[in-house]
């Protein structure tokens, strides 16, 4: 086992550049599933592995920053760093399932169903979802600390939050009047912005700070990406996006694109990122890492 | 809100009746699951309740009674109580899905992708699995204990239990040879007695003392309640059992009646019970409540 990215040592109090925080996070990503799945040789602790590749490890970032700008040391950060990138790993498992959104690809590569089974998809999420909840458990924090980042977690990922936001994405499907630009809102909040911003709170939760800045933050930067996701449906590149554009136009799904029109969806997203930047104001400038994570997300091609 | 079920009262110390336990257990899930839900409309919480009706509520009573034999309240117990079965009841709901077991049938009613949908049937179960979770970290018991449920949980559901017995049960389906009776036996130690034991063990965990003697407890009642399930797969009655049966011995699916013989499985099933009896000795007559629980495994008719 290598346990080189995880020496008991502050995470460095210089600010890193959000390059190199988001390779961070997703090396203690690696180390910690390998370690937690070291026992595990079947179809299913491959297809968790699987899953939890390729991604940006936006979430992971945030979580690693969190804790840095808390005084916590990378070893106290890591199982919530996995922690949060394998919940999102099981909720896009599953949201690409036949059943659900049906996509063939994800991140550039086959979707799980594809690569395995259908079968093996729904277990990998579902185990990966117990992973998430073993990792949250064994950080060396306090056991309050733990319990409140199990809580908010599980409130975050279940039927208030993003599971309820996938569903009512799958009812608006079939409903005979397209949402509004209020319960698009309302509806991405649950989806994707409730475990965006339980990654943003964790350091603080972690340290038994209050977490209400980074939720702010979190709240503002969670509906940012989401406007940004609708845009990149619009003018990305299949190829360079990793997953199916035009998608969600295509299929007459109302987007804040298509709400808003391009350029205010864009004015909108910008707007966001201000906000989000100064939620960091009482952090001063050791939040520049975060506030360079929030304009990224608006500028991003991928 | 009825609350009715939930005053902080100690469990009745006098020994209950298994029946009354049983009762007993079945409402507090049925009054921990409405409040949790009590916020939500749609039909992803509808389908969680449903998913969680019509059972036993053997591991609740479990989770009951280990919490009473340590002297701790049913408002302290009855979130965790609730949370079992909300765990075993995710399990259920994904193990029927079509690209798993495929039935229709489960405790008498249709299944949640047949009543609802595919897409439903995942969300919801997913969303149990979250609730579980929850509800464990909301007990009004020390933060400590809050967390060794917690991380005991998820490693009793996760890749290592109930999900790797899953994926085992599914591989052994296409696998050349059929399973001997140590895989099958490792395969639902996995598989179903992973969550019977932690429900027999919670109790202890939550008042912070030795789990050994319910661990050893639960995990002699796990098998002896899976070997009856395969003899009920034989000898019982589809209308009675509330499931298709002679479903597993038709597929050629190796089971401790296909590997044992009938009047061995028997054999078995009632020597583990006295295992399971034995391993309660330290309780002394208070535990009479869990061995007339054992004894009804091997006599159950459904």
Not at 5 to 22: K, M, Q, V
Not at 36 to 42: F, I
Not at 95 to 117: I, K, N
Not at 155 to 165: H, R
């Amino acid at each position: 086992m290598n346990d080189g990215a995880l020496r008991p040592a502050r995470i460095d109090p210089g600010n890193p550049s959000f390059d190199e925080a988001l390779a961070d996070a997703r090396a203690l990503v690696d180390a910690e599933l390998r370690r937690a799945l070291a026992g595990e040789a079947g179809p299913i602790a491959q297809a968790m592995l699987y899953a939890c590749k390729g991604g940006k490890g936006l979430r992971g970032f945030l979580v690693l920053e969190g804790a840095r700008l808390h005084g916590l040391t990378k070893v106290q950060a890591a199982p919530v760093v996995a922690a949060i990138e394998a919940l999102h790993a099981y909720s896009l498992i599953h949201d690409d399932l036949p059943c659900m959104d049906d996509d063939d690809l994800r991140r550039g590569r086959p979707t799980v169903h594809r690569a395995w089974d259908e079968a093996t998809a729904v277990l990998a999420g579902d185990a990966l979802q117990s992973l998430a909840f073993e990792l949250v458990c064994r950080a060396t924090i306090p056991a309050e600390a733990r319990v409140m980042l199990a809580l908010t977690l599980a409130q975050a990922s279940g039927v208030a939050g993003m599971v309820g936001g996938q569903a009512l994405d799958i009812a608006a499907e079939t409903a005979p009047e397209p949402l509004g630009l209020d319960e698009v809102t309302r509806l991405q909040a649950r989806k994707t912005g409730a475990l965006i911003t339980w990654a943003a709170a964790a350091g603080a939760r972690m340290a038994g700070a209050d977490p209400a800045p980074l939720i702010r933050y979190g709240d503002a930067l969670g509906l940012a990406f989401q406007i940004a996701d609708d845009i990149l449906d619009i003018e990305g590149d299949a190829a360079e996006v990793g997953k199916a554009t035009g998608k969600d136009a295509g299929a007459g799904k109302a987007t804040f694109v298509g709400l808003l029109g391009l350029e205010a969806a864009k004015a909108r997203a910008r707007s966001l990122v201000e906000d989000a930047c100064a939620a960091l104001d009482p952090y001063g400038k050791a939040a520049d890492t975060l506030r360079e994570a929030a304009r990224f997300v608006t500028s991003r091609r991928k």
